[in-house]
C-alpha cells in the first residue's frame, strides 16, 4: 500500500546530525567551555574529556530536547571544572622547550637562519629557519623519528604471526593510540614519539594482535602478551597517567 510505503520511507531516512555547538557553564564564578554534539548512536547523554582539544564534550541522541541535555551537563558543572582543572599544561614548541623524545629529555633550540631543518645532538635538538616554521619542522622531525622505529618494530611483529600490514598511517588522533582496520592498514598517534620504548613496542603489539583477533577477548590479549618484549601491565599503566600529557606537546 502506499500508505505503508511513505511510512517505511520516513523511518529509514537517516535524520540530519547538527554541527558541534559551543555552549558555556557557569560555576562558582567561572565559565566552562562544553561543545555540544548530537549522535545516532547515543542512548543518553554523557560527558567526556577531550584533552587534546583541552574541552568538555556534552553528547546527546538526536532526539533528546537541547534543554534537557544542558540540564545535564549543568547538574555536572563541578565534575567539569575539576576534570578542566586536572587537564596538564600545554607544552608548544619553542625555543628552550623541553620535550621527551621516547622518554628521554631533549631541549629545543631554534638556530635561526643556520642551514638545515633539524638535527640532533645529544640531549638537544636544534631547529634551522624562521621562528614561524619551527613547530612544523619539529613535528615533521618527530614523525619521521617515530615512523624509523615504528615501522620495523609492527613489520617484525607481523611476520611473527604470518600477517601482511597493508599500510602504517602516523595521525593527530585525539581519541585512540592506535588502530587496526579490517584491511590490514595500522593507524598510530605520532604522539607516540615521547613515550617510552616499552610503551611503543606494548601499542605496536597490540595492533599487530589485531590482524589477528578483531576483539578484546581472550585469545586477543595472549597473543598481545605475546608479541610484546615485557609485560603489558606497565606500558598500560604509563598511559593511563601520562596520556592526557602526550596531547598538550605540540599545543599553542
Same mark, same amino acid.
Given at each position: 500500500m502506499s500508505l505503508s510505503g511513505t511510512v517505511l520511507s520516513l523511518v529509514l531516512r537517516p535524520r540530519a546530525v547538527p554541527?558541534?555547538?559551543q555552549l558555556t557553564i557557569a560555576h562558582a564564578g567561572d565559565t566552562l567551555p562544553v561543545t555540544f554534539v548530537r549522535s545516532a548512536r547515543a542512548r543518553r547523554a554523557s560527558l567526556r574529556v577531550d584533552p587534546a582539544g583541552r574541552r568538555i564534550v556534552l553528547t546527546a541522541p538526536l532526539r533528546m530536547a537541547r534543554a534537557t541535555a544542558l540540564g545535564f551537563a549543568e #547538574?555536572? #558543572?563541578g565534575w567539569i571544572a575539576a576534570r578542566l582543572r586536572r587537564l596538564p599544561e600545554r607544552r608548544p614548541f619553542v625555543d628552550g622547550a623541553e620535550l621527551?623524545?621516547?622518554? +628521554?629529555? @631533549?631541549r629545543l %633550540? @631554534?638556530?635561526?637562519?643556520?642551514?638545515g631543518t633539524v638535527w640532533r645532538e645529544g640531549a638537544e635538538i636544534h /631547529?634551522?629557519? %624562521?621562528? +614561524?616554521h619551527l613547530p612544523r619542522r619539529v613535528r615533521?622531525?618527530? &614523525? #619521521?623519528?617515530l615512523r624509523g622505529r615504528l615501522v620495523p618494530m609492527v613489520q617484525a611483529k607481523a611476520a611473527r /604471526?604470518?600477517?601482511? /600490514? %597493508?599500510?602504517? &598511517?602516523l595521525r593527530d588522533s585525539r581519541s585512540r593510540w592506535g588502530s587496526c582496520g579490517p584491511d590490514g592498514a595500522l593507524s598510530f598517534s605520532w604522539r607516540l614519539v615521547f613515550a617510552p620504548p616499552a610503551v611503543v613496542d606494548y601499542l605496536a603489539?597490540? +595492533? /599487530? #594482535?589485531h590482524l589477528v583477533h578483531m576483539n578484546h577477548g581472550p585469545r586477543f590479549w595472549a597473543l598481545a602478551r605475546t608479541l610484546c618484549e615485557g609485560p603489558i601491565e606497565s606500558p598500560q599503566a604509563w598511559l593511563k597517567a601520562n596520556g592526557e600529557t602526550l596531547l598538550q606537546y605540540g599545543g599553542q
Open positions: 554541527d558541534p555547538e #547538574a555536572q #558543572a621527551p623524545l621516547f622518554g +628521554e629529555p @631533549h %633550540r @631554534h638556530r635561526g637562519p643556520m642551514r /631547529v634551522a629557519g %624562521r621562528a +614561524e615533521d622531525w618527530l &614523525t #619521521a623519528e /604471526v604470518e600477517r601482511s /600490514v %597493508r599500510r602504517i &598511517t603489539a597490540h +595492533e /599487530v #594482535a
